[in-house]
């Protein structure tokens, strides 16, 4: 029994002796991985925390339009909403028998940029995302008064608020609005922690509130009767609102939902439409998809120029090195030594160039990290190697692999036409 | 001395298509302990024959025998096998590999070849240490074994070089002119050298060179243009 040849040192140090380009082509690989892994991580967890967005509800109700329309306004704070619900079918779909809870929706203000959802304290009751997690509050608490306002975690952030600060809303969903409340002014009672959803860029009234800031305006505009709703006045009024833009409904149990769904899609009072938001939200990501393939397919077109990459510098090499299989050759290495010495050091090159990847990309997103929570929604994302990665590393080392036996075959034939005569 | 024969060539003819020959030789043998100067111009064949005897390539007839064992007709990896047990190759330059140090090209015969390897450990206990013996013996400074194979002069290589093809003690050495780079004062004393070493392991050496001045070291001569019939055969 012939023991093996420690072939693998033989090709560390070959790796070695050429460091300088064996470094690059390590480094184009580790570039290449790191790319390829972030774009991944990203991918993965944009969807996977895309699609908890909003967990436990199980209905969107609003005015007829489409699903996705519908979700986006509701729940992503982007697009308007086309109609209006009124109380009364609000009232009609809270006492049914087989809804256990409501949340009323009223959309139509901002504060510079970010908009205000008129609500009840349902919300932060009922509202859930990542499967079970509900909304905390990281200061303060909910609002009680009529002109106090709660604010989500990066409303607060990004625009220096705590809670305490007063502030003035505008009508209108844009950033560049010339309606102001300016005469009603609210102040923060509570700041809610991050949670990686559109919750984050919300801010919080209560239905009255909205209610309130609007008195005496008609069709969007206030009228002189609107100077005499002083703050005051408001506290003591009857602030009952006469429509909502949209309700989160909770059925008694999952199986009603579908019966429910059904009975408001064709209620006969006013149209209304229903949408089981874990559908709509997979829906709004398939239109998303295209991005996220092309994403993939430039990050794979990476790995492969980072695999050519490694072939074309064995492959180069080979000129120089024909006088090493000879030498080799004459000792008594076989061509399967030949081969092994190719093949391994096509694999070490990925290998090592691949595992560099990963572990810079993660070393990036742990110093980073603060940073990342802070700018962007990545509730999702994976700070730790995972499974994922193993595959990675293994999956290209074992695709370089293979195709280091195009330059191992090449200098085998040349070895052996070569014979025992070392040719410059 | 023995008489065993180490090398033996009959009726061994070689080309690369079968109607033309490129080497035929009748007869010829090595005993163990002899050494021969083979001479031979470039393009006499000496690189085929090499070949041949290392069994990197097959005679289309006749037989070669190593130590009594046809290597013209084993399996490629017998004749692999019987190459890294038996012969130990000495090139005209560039004998070592430059990304292992000095101690590691010497000792790498006994990485392929089991049966060098317990040779040397018989002798030596283990190859490192037949590598230091021999690399006093060669007349080479002790620490040149831990010293890059890049920093060594050319006739320091070409000793290193000997040192490597005589670990294990293998029955034949084939130098394929191994002293053309090497200046005239070098060359003898190189030739001594090799010649002295190879005696104590008892192995029988070829040494090939178109330079008949060097001829003297050796036991016996022969030329390659008598020895090889093709050309005449070429012509009738």
Redesign the interface.
Same mark, same amino acid.
């Given at each position: 029994m012939?023991?093996m040849?420690?072939i693998l040192s033989?090709a560390l140090?070959?790796l070695?002796?050429r460091r300088f380009t064996a470094l690059l082509t390590i480094i184009s690989i580790a570039t290449a991985v790191m790319l390829f892994g972030a774009v991944e991580n990203i991918r993965q967890s944009a969807r996977a925390s895309f699609e908890r967005t909003l967990t436990g509800t199980d209905l969107i109700v609003g005015a007829r339009s489409s699903a996705i329309n519908l979700t986006l306004y509701t729940i992503f704070q982007i697009g308007d909403p086309t109609n209006n619900v009124t109380w009364e079918t609000y009232e009609d779909i809270r006492s049914r028998s087989d809804v256990a809870w409501t949340v009323p929706i009223s959309l139509g203000d901002s504060h510079r940029g970010f908009r205000v959802i008129g609500t009840t304290h349902e919300y932060f009751d009922h509202y859930k995302y990542a499967d079970t997690r509900d909304l905390t509050l990281r200061d303060g608490r909910v609002f009680e008064d009529l002109f106090e306002i709660v604010l989500g975690a990066q409303v607060a952030r990004d625009l220096n608020y705590e809670v305490g600060t007063s502030l003035t809303l505008s009508h209108g969903l844009g950033a560049a609005s010339f309606s102001e409340h300016s005469d009603k002014p609210f102040t923060v009672s509570g700041v809610l922690a991050p949670t990686g959803t559109p919750v984050d860029r919300s801010v919080f009234v209560s239905l009255p509130a909205i209610e309130a800031i609007h008195a005496g305006w008609r069709s969007g505009t206030p009228t002189p009767a609107s100077r005499l709703a002083t703050p005051e006045r408001l506290r003591n009024a009857n602030l009952q609102p006469k429509e909502i833009t949209a309700l989160l409904v909770g059925a008694t149990s999952r199986a009603r939902t579908l019966r429910i769904q059904r009975d408001l899609n064709t209620y006969r009072a006013e149209p209304l439409q229903a949408v089981i938001p874990g559908i709509a939200l997979s829906q709004l990501w398939n239109m998303m998809s295209v991005v996220e393939r092309a994403l993939q397919i430039v990050s794979t077109f990476v790995i492969a120029v980072g695999l050519i990459g490694i072939l074309t510098s064995i492959l180069t090499s080979l000129n120089e090195r024909r006088?090493?299989m000879?030498? @080799?050759?004459?000792?008594?290495?076989?061509?399967r030594?030949i081969i092994t010495l190719l093949v391994s050091e096509a694999a070490l090159f990925a290998l090592i160039g691949s595992a560099l990847g990963i572990a810079v990309l993660y070393g990036a997103s742990w110093g980073l990290r603060p940073l990342l929570e802070e700018r962007f929604n990545i509730g999702a994302l994976s700070l730790t190697p995972g499974l994922f990665d193993l595959y990675i590393v293994s999956g290209i080392t074992i695709i370089a692999a293979l195709l280091g036996f195009i330059p191992a075959i090449i200098a085998l034939k040349r070895s @052996?036409s070569d014979?025992?005569?070392?040719r410059v | 001395m023995s008489t065993e024969t180490v090398l033996s060539l009959s009726e061994v003819k070689f080309g690369w298509d079968t109607t033309s020959s490129l080497l035929s030789i009748d007869a010829f043998e090595i005993k163990q302990g002899e050494s021969v100067f083979l001479q031979g111009p470039s393009g006499s064949g000496k690189s085929t024959l090499l070949g041949l005897i290392g069994g990197v390539l097959r005679p289309r007839s006749g037989e070669i025998l190593i130590k009594n064992e046809s290597i013209g007709a084993a399996s490629s990896a017998k004749r692999d096998r019987m190459r890294a047990d038996h012969l130990g190759i000495i090139f005209q330059q560039f004998n070592l590999l430059p990304y292992l140090g000095v101690l590691a090209n010497i000792t790498l015969p006994c990485r392929f070849s089991k049966r060098r390897r317990e040779k040397s450990r018989e002798t030596f206990s283990a190859p490192n240490e037949e590598a230091r013996h021999l690399v006093s013996e060669l007349g080479l400074p002790d620490d040149i074994l831990s010293s890059p194979v890049t920093k060594l002069s050319v006739g320091q290589q070409q000793r290193v070089a000997v040192a490597r093809a005589l670990i294990g003690a293998p029955a034949l050495i084939i130098a394929d002119e191994p002293t053309s780079a090497l200046d005239s004062e070098n060359r003898d004393r190189f030739i001594e050298v090799l010649d002295t070493q190879r005696r104590r392991f008892n192995s029988s050496l070829l040494f090939v060179s178109h330079d008949r001045g060097l001829a003297k070291h050796f036991d016996r001569v022969v030329d390659l243009n008598t020895l090889n019939n093709a050309r005449i055969e070429g012509q009738t």
């Open positions: 012939i023991e040849p420690p033989l140090g070959s070695k002796a006088r090493e000879a030498i @080799l050759r004459s000792i008594g290495a076989r061509p030594h @052996l014979g025992l005569t070392v | -």
